[in-house]
């Protein structure tokens, strides 16, 4: 299948051979001639697979023709978070930069002024957040009356955060007759729903079961004897072993994000927290510098995180097992993306065990454990795995992460950059062998009691993991 088979202008074709894409993903194949002949359409999509474009392609098409008119929309995109609205903005500026089309973008960090400046002039499309533009409607700043497209993107997302009943008092403020797409990894009874009530008779196209995840993602379970503090520990030993060039580490928590967040930074490694009570700046430059290579490790919450396209990342680690085992697919959806080989590796104490099943049953198979032992050099008999004074650091009141300790980790096979000070290079070694990094890196004893963090299946294996 070609672009040019799906019935695009020349213009969104140049736009399209611009962003260097070849070929239609399969959501784009299935959803944009549907959606170009003005039908809705219904998209059982997850974040990775170009359904943006698969949206953004024909609304440029279907936009074309017509004007907007003061404070009167055209056309709307909700989107669940922020991020994923910006995201959206800036795919419809490079795939629609043969088209005059005008944007705004209504989400919370992003001045109201320069955007209401935009709306007072009439915009083609509208990206938003539910509750900024319920605000912004009650305010009398938008007229909703002329919308004639309407995207729900990640609707299961938006059932997560709560904001299904904003998006109905939304959709029940446009005109009925208007065509409507919905996107969503997975069809909860909610969501179905609001298909059901506020879609005409849409076309459903479902380009990967909701339960799969890509097959380019290496799936590994890393088992931890301990809490919190040993989480912390295996997770500082993964990035050192596992050859981690750059990694979203998911907690469930934000409150942990920040804890982890600090721990890391603490440990030299190079990383920086992503969680929704963050400024929206702050976000955003985070979000870039992350893009950009300068921050190796971005340490999140399901939310701020979700649906970031990030390219070329090699891990997912899940600090925390999600409760959700579906929010599991998503997670590790943001690695393997492209047909190139990511990695997904969730920490998992005894706790988790249930969680650990919940996930295996979604995605029918057993996730394997991870070959190895993840014990530093120093998690010997000579020194303690966890050093007292490691402890002490993350033990200590948060506050701004102080100068980087002297590491007391093995980082030799790591990609991430440790902060300066330390004596290890940032990893240019190539990614060991399975034999070498099986091999114990001096005489292992098994812990005694009492004794924190043991890591991997080298000597011992939880029951929960021998079923
Ligand atoms: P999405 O699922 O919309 O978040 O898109 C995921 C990634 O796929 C983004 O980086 C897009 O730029 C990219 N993409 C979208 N369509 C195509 C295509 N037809 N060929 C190659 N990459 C694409």
Redesign the pocket.
């Known amino acids: 299948m070609k672009f040019e088979e799906l019935g695009l202008s020349p213009e969104v074709l140049g736009a ?1 051979a611009d ?7 399969p959501i ?1 194949a299935q959803a944009i001639p549907h959606l170009l002949m003005g039908r809705d359409v219904l998209g059982i ?1 997850q ?8 949206f953004t392609l024909p609304m440029i098409e279907i936009l074309a023709a017509g004007r907007a008119r003061a404070r009167m929309p055209r056309s709307l995109i909700l989107e669940p978070t922020r991020e994923l609205a910006a ?1 959206v903005a800036e ?1 419809f500026a490079i795939y629609g930069k043969n088209h005059k089309l005008s944007m705004a973008l209504l989400i919370g960090g992003v001045s109201f002024v320069e955007q209401n400046e935009k709306l007072d002039r009439g915009v083609d499309v509208l990206i938003a957040t539910p509750g900024r533009l319920l605000d912004q409607f009650e305010r009398g700043r938008i007229l909703l009356a002329d919308i004639k497209i309407l995207v729900v993107d990640e609707a299961d997302r938006m059932l997560d955060m709560g904001f299904i009943p904003d998006v109905e008092r939304i959709i029940k403020l446009l005109p009925p007759i208007r065509q409507t797409a919905m996107f969503s990894a997975t069809m909860p009874t909610e969501v179905k729903r609001l298909t059901d009530s506020y879609m005409m008779n849409p076309r459903r196209v479902e380009v990967a079961p909701p339960a799969s995840a890509a097959e380019t993602v290496v799936q590994r379970l890393v088992a931890v004897r301990g809490g919190f503090t040993e989480k912390r520990k295996a997770l500082r030993d993964l990035i050192a072993s596992e050859n981690v060039r750059n990694a979203i580490v998911f907690c469930n928590r934000k409150r942990d994000v920040k804890i982890v967040d600090q721990s890391l930074r603490r440990h030299g490694i190079n990383a920086q927290a992503l969680h929704g009570d963050l400024p929206q700046p702050v976000r955003t430059a985070t979000l870039e510098k992350f893009r950009a290579g300068e921050i190796s490790i971005l340490v999140a919450s399901d939310v701020a995180a979700r ?1 970031l ?1 990030i ?1 070329d990342m090699s891990h997912v680690i899940n600090f925390d097992v999600p409760m959700n085992p579906e929010d599991y697919i998503h997670r590790i959806g943001r690695t393997g ?2 047909g190139r080989e990511g990695h997904a590796l969730t920490l998992a104490t005894a706790a988790d065990a249930k969680y650990v099943q919940q996930i295996e049953r979604l995605i029918g198979g057993k996730i394997e454990p991870i070959n190895s032992v993840v014990q530093s050099a120093d998690q010997t008999q000579a020194t303690p795995p966890v050093t007292p004074q490691a402890e002490r650091d993350d033990s200590r009141p948060r506050g701004d992460a102080k100068a980087p300790r002297k590491r007391t980790s093995n980082r030799r096979n790591s990609g991430i950059k440790i902060a300066a000070n330390t004596d290890v290079k940032p990893a240019t070694a190539s990614k060991p062998t399975e034999t070498e990094r099986d091999k114990p890196r001096r005489t292992q004893r098994r812990p005694q009691q009492g004794e924190p963090a043991e890591l991997g299946m080298g000597d011992h294996t939880p029951a929960f993991l021998q079923r």
């Open positions: 399209i962003a260097g894409y070849t070929e239609p993903t784009q999509a974040t990775g697979t170009g359904k943006t474009a698969g995201q795919n649906g396209d390219d993306r492209a």
